[in-house]
């Protein structure tokens, strides 16, 4: 694998905030999911899953993913200005890291 830069990193805007809920044995559970400009993780709602509500996603709220040499897409994490955000290429790295000894491991 060639050195993971910024070019690994890839950030999709976050355009609103869509709370679900989920009726369980234990009552409801509601869950938080940030719909992005690309809208891909909204082809499906699970079983008895509905949305609630769409709140607007405060300005500059981002998806973090981090990119491989094949084209695969790994989540990181989420970005909002003002807080405190960490190193992308530094989380990547240890991600691939990890994958890697637990490739090695599960091959022994």
């Known amino acids: ?23 369980t044995k234990d ?7 940030y ?3 690309d809208m891909e993780d909204w082809s499906y709602l699970v079983d ?12 500059m ?3 973090v993913y981090g990119v491989d040499d094949n084209g695969k897409t790994y989540r990181l994490g989420t970005e909002f ?7 992308w290429v ?3 790295k240890r991600m691939m890291k990890n994958m890697t000894t637990l490739k090695y491991h599960k091959d022994l």
């Open 61 to 63: 709220a981002f998806e």
């Open 81 to 87: 200005e003002g807080a405190s955000n960490p190193n």
């Open 27 to 33: 009552g409801n559970f509601v869950d938080m999911r």
């Open 48 to 59: 008895g899953e509905r949305i609630v509500g769409v709140l607007p996603a405060p300005s």
């Open 1 to 23: 694998m060639k050195p993971i830069t910024e070019d690994n990193i890839v950030k999709d805007c976050i355009v609103a905030i869509v709370v679900t809920e989920t009726p």
């Open 35 to 37: 719909l992005t400009d």
């Open 90 to 92: 530094n989380v990547f």
